[in-house]
């Protein structure tokens, strides 16, 4: 079965997972988005790439922080930028998800930067799509968000440079994470030797170390000596039922505190996808201090953003 | 009509029989085997030379989405599909819409079913009324209505006090109950196997233990009231064995599992390919192989189609959003063939799950062709390969994860009671 990321040639098609990409793609676009990081930093922060392409962010699911940083990415290619909250529209009338693609497809968009709810909807689409259409997968329920594995795994380059010399541990809820799925796919592919999940057996998935991780339940051995902590977020819905009695109690075992961090190496970085609940996986003291790069993350999100867009849409 | 089908290797179970034979049918029913009874004046002759005579297929499971959701199929597009696939009696579980709850909607399908003079079909009625695992059903007016069995189809009884005292009563009127072994808490939200596909795709698991927790309790429950339970589309390799220690033990209890159950595994899924999304879930390759010993055993009875077709928009959906289900009555023949040619299972035991051992699950007459049987009849050329396209398919239901791959043997006639309801192709008649 082909990739269903490449085109025939081999070339970056869609974005639609991490898992399975080839090394030199994943570090093109860590290479192509440090090119980028310079731009954004300028005061004229354009450039024309994607002049005249017309992306859509297709959001099925609520989200501001990575769709805008999509729009803002976009626009600094100079692409036309088109947002659509689609949970709000068509959906609710009963529209199909492909049916939805095929209009916008017929206003000609160049890209599609697609959230749904739903693990595989953007593989869905891109199997639909014709050729000369790019799909980026901006988060499918628990499958995969790869422009954050990526921006995460361009992070921990950018302050730690070497990937096989790293510790990486990621903490907290593993289950429903896409995110963690895919940067475990990024930590792998670029060689990362000790790759660690900490969380309790309830927030982890049947079979977890598969995908290539050591499971840890208990923070301070997971923590010892590691080089990068990634702390998920941890939903509110997931905090009482049968997954976990209460906040206060998974702070208790697992929110990352100045005192559970001071096992990690001394120049060890915190790392958090957004948006943190304080006190709940991270104490304010840690997501303010000095080993916290959450912000810059947000900062490479762009660049990396860019890389994505820029490779996918500036062949053709 | 007279009928003489000539010059074929008649494969019958039942009795034991694989030979050249000819078989010589009169009034609706098999009139000789082998040598032709005295005064046999054939109205019309069957040349079976280079193929196999078989008794029409026995499918204890195939949704024909009557009533209610006729947009995905009818009974006239299923009950040609049966016969299409050589498939001459079949049970249909009670999930239509509403369910097979009322006898006068019983009737009321039995009587469309006949009249269309296709496959004969059983219909399964509801355990509990509405299927909604509270009330029981009416069994016996359902009984008298022509119901066969009772089931909840794939919705639960959440309650055990319920599901014990169905049991009992089913008991009490010497009915069989059919059930699907599912827990339905570990399952909630569950569209696919909890391993390490469903892991990496993100997909929500059902874990084998929902099958296993289930079948437990179904299992002490028939230790309790001495039910005849039949127990469906097993796919975990530990219900396997818990099958095989109740028969051993002497319960009274009898399975089946899924053609597709036998082939494929979770590895199949893919990139969230939805024409896998079936229920139960396709398992671990470990529970594929031991489904497979468990088919070659015995413990494993028979193999059903679990025909389930589901409209092409319910398909082109993500993976958890998308229906259920795969079209298989035309399946069920080469399906089963191919697992005998794999695992080098004579043809005779190999056949007799989907004749023999499926209508004495139901305990009806048809799956042989002793003397004195229905006239049910399935005549196929075991040599051609089919390649499955949506276009091969009669059914309404194009939805299969066999797309594609070519599959052994080709239905070229088939009889239900002495009439002939499909061919293919008629040659030196």
């Not at chain 1, 009338?93 to 599609?112: P, Q, R, S, V, Y």
């Not at chain 1, 749904?116 to 593989?123: L, P, Q, V």
């Not at chain 2, 059919?178 to 795709?201: C, I, K, M, N, Y």
């Not at chain 2, 999304?277 to 470990?286: A, E, G, N, T």
Request: some cysteine.
């Amino acid at each position: 079965m082909r990739n269903p990321q490449l085109n025939e040639k081999g070339d970056l098609q869609h974005l639609l997972n991490v898992e399975g990409l080839p090394r030199e793609h994943l570090v093109r676009i860590l290479d192509t988005a440090a090119s980028f990081v310079g731009v954004t930093e300028r005061d004229v922060k354009k450039v024309p790439l994607l002049r005249g392409k017309s992306v859509f962010n297709l959001f099925f699911e609520p989200s501001t922080r990575t769709r805008t940083t999509f729009e803002i990415a976009a626009k600094r290619l100079s692409a036309d930028v088109i947002n659509l909250n689609i949970s709000t529209s068509s959906q609710s009338k009963g529209e199909t998800l492909l049916d939805t693609i095929d209009n916008l497809a017929a206003m000609h968009a160049d890209m599609f930067v697609v959230r749904h709810a739903a693990s595989g909807a953007a593989h869905l689409i891109a199997r639909h799509v014709a050729p000369h259409h790019h799909v980026i997968n901006a988060g499918d329920g628990r499958h995969a968000h790869p422009t954050q594995g990526l921006l995460d795994a361009y992070t921990i380059r950018h302050y730690k440079s070497d990937f096989s010399r790293l510790s990486v541990a990621i903490v907290g809820d593993i289950l429903h994470s896409r995110v963690a799925r895919s940067l475990i796919h990024a930590l792998n592919i670029l060689g990362t030797p000790d790759v660690r999940v900490i969380a309790p057996q309830t927030l982890l998935p049947t079979g977890v170390a598969q995908l290539g991780v050591r499971v840890f339940h208990n923070m301070n051995e997971g923590l010892r000596d590691v080089d990068v902590v990634v702390m998920l977020r941890l939903q509110n819905e997931r905090m009482k039922g049968p997954l976990l009695p209460s906040a206060q109690e998974f702070f208790k075992c697992y929110g990352l505190t100045a005192e559970k961090l001071a096992l990690a190496k001394p120049d060890a970085i915190v790392m958090h996808p957004g948006p943190m609940n304080r006190g709940v996986e991270i104490d304010s003291s840690v997501a303010d201090g000095g080993q916290a790069v959450i912000l810059p993350q947000v900062t490479f999100g762009i660049a990396v953003r860019m890389a994505v867009m820029s490779i996918l849409g500036g062949g053709s | 009509m007279k009928i003489h089908v000539k010059g074929g290797r008649l494969v019958d179970p039942k009795n034991r029989v694989d030979a050249a034979r000819d078989l010589f049918i009169a009034e609706g029913r098999i009139a000789g085997v082998g040598a032709s009874p005295g005064g046999f004046k054939a109205d019309r002759t069957i040349d079976a030379t280079g193929l196999m005579v078989m008794p029409g297929l026995v499918d204890l499971s195939a949704r024909l989405r009557e009533p209610g959701l006729e947009y995905k199929a009818t009974l006239d597009s299923e009950l040609y599909a049966a016969v299409a696939g050589g498939v001459t009696s079949l049970a249909c579980p009670p999930d239509t819409d509403p369910p097979l709850d009322e006898p006068g909607l019983v009737e009321m399908l039995t009587r469309r079913a006949s009249s269309l003079h296709l496959a004969q079909i059983y219909p399964v009625g509801a355990l509990t009324a509405k299927l909604e695992g509270e009330r029981l059903a009416e069994m016996a007016m359902l009984r008298h209505a022509g119901c066969v069995a009772f089931s909840q189809a794939d919705a639960p009884i959440k309650d055990t006090m319920v599901l014990w005292r169905a049991l009992q009563y089913a008991a009490t009127l010497g009915y069989s109950v059919w059930l699907r072994p599912q827990d339905p808490f570990v399952s909630r939200e569950g569209v696919a196997h909890d391993g390490d596909v469903a892991t990496r795709l993100g997909l929500p698991g059902i874990p084998a233990f929902a099958e296993t927790i289930a079948l437990a309790t179904i299992l002490e429950l028939v230790r309790a009231t001495g039910t005849t339970v039949h127990i469906c589309r097993l796919s975990t390799a530990t219900a396997v064995d818990m099958v095989r220690q109740a028969k051993a033990e002497g319960l009274p209890v009898t399975s089946d599992v899924g053609a597709h159950h036998v082939h494929l595994s979770e590895m199949d899924l893919g990139y969230y390919d939805s024409h896998c999304h079936l229920v139960p879930p396709l398992r671990s390759l470990r529970d594929r192989d031991a489904l497979q010993a468990g088919v070659g055993d015995g413990t494993i009875d028979a193999i059903c189609s679990d025909h389930t077709p589901v409209d092409e928009d319910a398909k082109l959906m993500p993976f958890s959003e998308s229906g259920p289900g795969a079209t298989g009555l035309e399946l069920l023949l080469p399906l089963t063939l191919k697992w005998a040619q794999e695992k080098k299972v004579s043809i005779v035991d190999a056949l007799a799950r989907v004749t023999s051992e499926p209508a004495r699950i139901l305990k009806i007459e048809a799956g042989h062709l002793g003397v004195g049987a229905p006239a049910d009849v399935c005549v196929f050329d075991p040599e051609i390969y089919v390649k499955v396209t949506p276009r091969s398919l009669r059914s309404q239901g194009k939805n299969t994860p066999f797309l594609g791959y070519e599959l052994p043997g080709q239905v070229r006639y088939t009889l239900v009671a002495g009439d002939v309801t499909y061919q293919v192709e008629t040659r030196n008649e």
